[in-house]
């Protein structure tokens, strides 16, 4: 059991726009950054978002980020096939002393 | 261009040790915390390990606390994970992370490619 929940899966057709939700608590998401992650089982996990709503150079501004209180969401606009990957927010628990991911969110673009 | 290389892993049996090591190049490494994450097979990422830009904070996951040993070596850009008392839960592709600023907070802007960790007898 994961301390940020995300949901299991979402999906949407190629063009469409998706939103992954993650959901925290005070001590978490509620006071610290959150950071979202793409993930392909295998390779290396790619920043997408950092300090709740910043871009590393590189990635698409079709990738957003946002938080409000004890959750965060992650938006994916003009859905392409090669966005189909495991998708996981993550943010410092001032209250456990460590670092938390989401469950994460496998995004199927059908 | 960052770049994050582990090694060490392989097959060992319960109860044993394994020390993973992440060679980095690219950054001034002595200037950011470094982590360790890992994936068992069909499960998510889970955070291993975090140690801070110089050492002196340095947290582990409640899965690993007691078992698992953290440290850098900023002279050799490297970072370790001593692992002893290895249960078969611990197999997983264990990533080498960098921070993104000096304190454990603030996430991971590059990873390694992993390197796999099988405890089986």
């Known amino acids: 059991q994961s301390v940020l929940t995300q949901p299991p899966s979402v999906s949407a057709a190629p063009r469409q726009k998706v939103t992954i939700s993650c959901s925290g608590s005070?001590?978490?998401?509620?006071?610290?950054?959150v950071s979202w992650y793409q993930h392909l089982p295998g390779t290396a996990p790619k920043l997408l978002i950092y300090?709740?709503?910043k871009r590393p150079s590189g990635i698409p501004d079709r990738f957003s980020g946002s938080k409000s209180g004890t959750s965060a969401t992650l938006g994916i606009t003009g859905l392409q096939t090669g966005d189909e990957a495991d998708y996981y927010c993550?943010?410092?628990?001032?209250?456990?002393?460590?670092?938390?991911f989401g469950g994460g969110t496998k995004l199927t673009v059908l | 261009e960052v770049q994050l290389v582990e090694s060490g892993g392989g097959l060992i049996q319960p109860g044993r040790s394994l020390r993973l090591s992440c060679a980095a190049s690219?950054?001034?490494?002595?200037?950011?915390?470094m982590h360790w994450v890992r994936q068992a097979p069909g499960k998510g990422l889970e955070w291993v390990s975090g140690?801070?830009?110089?050492?002196?904070?340095?947290v582990y996951a409640d899965s690993v606390k007691g078992r698992f040993t953290i440290s850098r070596d900023d002279a050799k850009n490297s970072l370790y994970l001593q692992m002893n008392s290895l249960r078969v839960e611990d197999t997983a592709l264990y990533y080498c992370?960098?921070?993104?600023?000096?304190?454990?907070?603030?996430?991971?802007?590059?990873w390694g490619q992993g390197t796999l960790v099988t405890v089986s007898s």
């Open positions: 005070t001590s978490n998401i509620g006071n610290d950054y």
């Open positions: 300090d709740n709503n």
């Open positions: 140690i801070n830009w110089n050492s002196n904070n340095i």
């Open positions: 690219g950054f001034t490494f002595g200037d950011y915390a």
């Open positions: 993550g943010t410092w628990d001032s209250s456990l002393s460590v670092w938390v």
């Open positions: 992370a960098k921070g993104l600023w000096s304190s454990n907070g603030g996430g991971f802007d590059y």
